[in-house]
């Protein structure tokens, strides 16, 4: 019913910047929430950042300060701005979306991207 596809992901070297950007597609209600995720090499999947519906952010300490979550008008769209990336940034980044389908009332679901690989050099 909710599918995610990120965009933006790419090879960059330190110092540099990426936007990811995460469109949210089906029947859906209401987006609650959007967030990012990454998962690096031999690692477990860690938030990055996250926006609600009421444009409050929250980010990983190790993000802080660099990166910038946002979401456009509609807010079916999700973005993360990646500046002065690190070698430490390389990861499988996801898009994730809190969402309450269609005629679901007011229960939501988890609904995840399949991912966009990030890869910084030094």
């Known amino acids: 019913q909710v599918q995610l596809v990120e965009s933006g992901g790419g090879l960059v070297q330190a110092g540099g910047s990426l936007r990811l950007s995460c469109v949210v597609s089906?029947?859906?209600?209401?987006?609650?929430?959007m967030a990012w995720y990454r998962q690096p090499p031999v690692a477990q999947r860690e938030l990055v950042a996250g926006?609600?519906?009421?444009?409050?952010?929250n980010y990983a300490d190790s993000v802080k300060g660099r990166f910038t979550i946002s979401r456009n008008n509609a807010k079916d769209t999700v973005y993360l701005q990646m500046n002065s990336l690190k070698t430490e940034d390389t990861a499988v980044y996801y898009c994730n979306a809190e969402v309450i389908p269609s005629g679901w009332g007011m229960r939501s679901i988890n609904s995840w991207g399949q991912g966009t690989q990030v890869t910084v050099s030094s």
């Open positions: 089906g029947r859906i209600f209401r987006i609650n929430s």
């Open positions: 926006i609600t519906s009421g444009d409050s952010t």
